[in-house]
């Protein structure tokens, strides 16, 4: 469609603001910057054949289209055309309802539609605010019907009907002609969404799942909504027509980039041939059918690459749409998105094919992943790329979580290629909706996926059966065998079978006799005031030249240049000690020559262990190579405060530790198959079924059964309409409570800005005046910036640093924070000392 097509222009008079002169085709926007309208009909139309286009692997087809051709048609009243022409002469107004007439008209074509009409009304309706209602709220009311029963101004709906343009009404009636409404879209709808679902003995199909699924096929068409109505109205903005198709991106081409990469590898030794042979598997995988794999690769065994090459190999041959890599931590996305792009961007397509997308990305790095930040941001807000390298909090948001921001990426997911690293991170809360949402873009969605650790977390396994994951092979063949040809480092139970517990004088002990060994050693903790209490004691025997201390206390900025300091004397084989808290175990390439862990759960011993001889590289006086030792302690009257999680883990530790170690020696097998999966059947069985399904403290139903059957809630449904005159429910989904309550992480943090280096960022923020010309995108670039130069605390601890006077606030009423003076130290970053109270575990 031409560009001039979309646009009716108006005239200017001269000392007055800007006349529309409209004819009588009703409108749906207006552009400043060169006096612009968009007509509604071709707004209908574009977000109609968008939202078709992006529900193509959901085979939503007319009913995405339907959505989009009647989602803003309440805009053709003459009471919203008057708000539009008011607002533009500058009136100030309240904003009109324009999405429930669709809704309205839609109703009137429902007949026996129950099930396509309620998907396409709901996502309709509720396009500008949560993207989908509660169609049964926790006390029984019903969002979705309240708002379809709203009375519009008499005869408003026979106006719109009648102002609807031509060809939006011959779109319409197309699509009510289609097969899909036909069969009330159940086969899409419905029947699509049986695939994959649990059976029970009898062979039944598990209800419970497939309203889940259905749940989060309303979502995804939601998903295709949204996307659709803010890539046209952008489009508009930004003068530019929307492209009407999706290519598939040249997997073939980057495919073989990688492959002339892992030429330049070696493959000599033992190291090398295990990598060559962990690649050639992820290619022989990746070159079958879609589904979900498991990749139980050790540390160091080039699972980065491996993976990628599963997945390019599997966009290849299935003609997939983008790749996802997924990671826990900024620190493994910075390193993996580095990696990858190494391999496969040049100077031809630098920043088309890699888009790295985390909270911790500088306005700086913005600019240089794409030409603008703005031009970053659109594409970030949509990850139009082929490959997204983003965290699993993005990825569980975008899943379960409220707003319409998160909404709008889903439909990106399906006929997707998505790589979890880290697997064994998942937040327990989130088990139970990780498994049953990737079982549903798997088997719904025509995505695949692979999980990399090598501590797998067991999720085809643990807890009730209908929860599992339903996984479909392991990359590496013998996991057992793959484990010990790739040992490299022997662990010491200091804990007697997790009966004896150590004093920190004695850890200090065993690090200075160990640095007559070693050149370099690890210690990880499980706390700051740990990391503090241990670093300071050895830096006070100076039993090493150098000594750092790492910890979230720190801004990323401080913790980035500590590290490199530490890299550069591993690789001088100075004397180095590193004191760290548990940020230290995933996403940081260093390798020390000893190690030790304070008692956690196995996976963060194991992450430990991939810090020690990371690359085989230690041998002994004759140039034999040898193994890095780990020691595991347990502390005396340790205090990790409300941690418990990490107690859980220390409980299920103690336990394999005396099952696996009975005759009493210090050296234990730690790396092995049977090990982990008897830690995470110990650890996944200390979780109730509760919070595996994300309980909500204020709610009876957890966050899944919210999503799925929502049982209470129609139960209370019923009971207040006295099981009278009820009306079908296809959907009986709580969503907006259930996206409100789901919380990747539990507690919610705030960032502080500190004086690290220098910076003056606090002063430019505080130079900001609210009424200077770009003053939101001044604040934006700068709170961007301010993130590298931040430390999170909790809501406690702000209460006790402002009740101390260690902060104050930038900018008035505006929740932006920055340290005082004084409190900020080099080598420990926020220091609670300087201020009255103690360094309790309440700082952990």
């Known amino acids: 469609m031409a560009p001039d097509s979309t646009l009716i222009a108006h005239k200017e008079e001269e000392g007055s603001r800007v006349q529309p002169t409209i004819d009588s085709s009703p409108l749906a926007r207006y552009r400043n910057e060169d006096s612009t309208y968009q007509t509604l009909e071709v707004h209908l139309l574009e977000t109609g054949n968008l939202s078709q286009l992006f529900s193509k ?113 011959l779109e319409i009636s197309k699509c009510l002609q289609s097969d899909n409404w036909k069969n009330d879209a159940r086969p899409v709808l419905l029947d699509a969404c049986k695939n994959g679902c649990y059976k029970n003995s009898n062979g039944n199909i598990a209800p419970k799942q497939v309203c889940f699924n259905m749940g989060l096929h309303l979502r995804n068409l939601s998903s295709c909504l949204i996307d659709a109505d ?78 990628l090459r599963f997945a390019l190999e599997q966009a290849k041959r299935h003609e997939m749409s983008r790749i996802f890599i997924i990671a826990p931590y900024t620190s493994i ?42 031009e970053y941001e659109k594409y970030e807000a949509t990850w139009d790329a082929p490959i997204i390298v983003t965290t699993m909090v993005q990825f569980l948001e975008t899943m379960f979580g ?10 990106r997911l399906a006929n997707s290629v998505l790589v979890f690293d880290e697997i064994q991170t998942l937040p327990s809360n989130s088990t139970y909706l990780f498994n049953w949402g990737l079982n549903y873009l798997v088997k719904c969605c025509q995505s695949s996926a692979l999980l990399c650790t090598a501590t797998q977390p067991c999720l085809d396994k643990i807890g009730e059966e209908m929860f599992h994951l339903d996984i479909d092979d392991e990359i590496i063949k013998n996991p057992l065998e793959h484990f010990l040809s790739l040992k490299r480092v022997t662990f010491i139970d200091k804990t007697a079978g997790g009966t004896f517990k150590s004093s920190v004088q004695d850890v200090y002990n065993y690090i200075e006799t160990q640095m007559k060994l070693n050149n370099s050693f690890l210690a990880v903790v499980n706390t700051k005031p740990q990391a503090k209490e241990l670093f300071r004691l050895i830096k006070e025997n100076n039993c090493a030249d150098f000594v750092y201390h790492l910890s979230t206390n720190m801004c990323p900025s401080h913790r980035r240049a500590q590290i490199a300091k530490i890299q550069g004397h591993l690789k001088n084989g100075d004397k180095v000690i590193c004191v760290s808290t548990r940020l230290i175990e995933a996403g940081v390439d260093l390798s020390f020559g000893g190690a030790l862990r304070y008692m956690a759960g196995l996976d963060s011993i194991i992450q430990t262990a991939g810090r020690c001889n990371r690359n085989n590289e230690l041998t002994d006086e004759n140039g034999n190579k040898i193994n890095g030792t780990v020691a595991i302690f347990a502390l005396q009257d340790e205090k990790i405060g409300s941690l418990a999680e990490l107690k859980i883990g220390q409980q299920c530790m103690e336990r394999v530790l005396r099952e696996f170690n009975s ?79 789901f919380e990747v992480i539990a507690d919610i943090t705030t960032g502080i800005i500190v004086p690290y280096a220098h910076n003056d960022i606090a002063g430019r923020l505080c130079a900001l005046e609210r009424g200077e010309k770009d003053y939101g995108k001044k604040l934006r670039l700068l709170l961007s910036e301010a993130g590298q130069y931040s430390v999170n605390v909790f809501s406690n601890q702000l209460k006790r640093l402002m009740a101390e006077n260690m902060i104050y606030e930038i900018l008035p009423e505006s929740g932006i924070y920055a340290l005082n003076d004084g409190f900020y130290d080099d080598e420990f970053g926020l220091s609670y000392e300087l201020c009255n109270f103690d360094s309790s575990p309440l700082f952990a």
Not at 337 to 361: F, P, T, Y
Not at 674 to 682: D, N, P, Q, V
């Open 57 to 169: 692997s959901q085979n939503f087809c007319d009913i995405a289209k339907l959505a989009g051709l009647l989602h803003d048609a309440g805009k053709a009243s003459n009471a919203w055309q008057n708000y539009l022409k008011n607002s533009v002469g500058g009136k100030t107004q309240q904003k009109k309802d324009h999405a429930t007439a669709g809704a309205k008209l839609l109703q009137k074509q429902a007949e026996n539609k129950i099930l396509a009409a309620t998907a396409i009304q709901a996502a309709i309706m509720f396009h500008h605010g949560s993207g989908l209602p509660d169609m049964i709220a926790p006390d029984g009311h019903s969002e979705f019907f309240e708002r379809l029963q709203k009375e519009l101004p008499d005869n408003e709906l026979e106006e719109i009907e009648e102002k609807l343009p031509a060809k939006v009404k």
């Open 230 to 307: 803010r890539t046209d109205s952008a489009a508009f903005e930004a003068g530019e027509v929307p492209l009407y198709s999706e290519s598939i991106p040249d997997w073939e081409s980057l495919l073989k980039r990688l492959e002339n990469h892992l030429q330049c590898f070696s493959t000599n030794g033992k190291l090398g041939q295990i990598r060559e042979e962990v690649s050639k598997r992820c290619a022989e995988i990746g070159r079958g059918e879609k589904g979900i794999y498991t990749c139980s690769a050790v540390t160091g065994a080039g699972k980065t690459l491996a993976s």
């Open 333 to 374: 996305i910075d390193q993996n998105a580095n990696v990858i792009r190494s391999v496969l961007e040049n100077a031809e397509n630098k920043g088309q094919i890699v888009l790295e997308c985390h909270s911790n990305l500088t306005s700086e790095k913005k600019k240089e992943l794409r030409n603008s930040e703005n």
């Open 663 to 741: 005759i009493g020696e210090e050296t234990v097998e730690l790396i092995h198959p049977r090990t982990i999966e008897s830690f995470f059947s110990y650890y996944y069985g200390k979780f109730s079924s509760e919070l595996l399904r994300h309980a909500v403290a204020e709610h009876e139903a957890t966050v899944l059964d919210m999503l799925s059957d929502n049982k209470l809630a129609f139960e209370e449904y019923k009971r207040i309409n006295s099981n009278k005159n009820l009306r079908p429910m296809p959907y009986k989904q709580a969503f907006k409570t259930a996206w409100e309550n």
């Open 402 to 411: 409220a707003g319409t921001k998160a909404i709008r990426r889903m439909h």
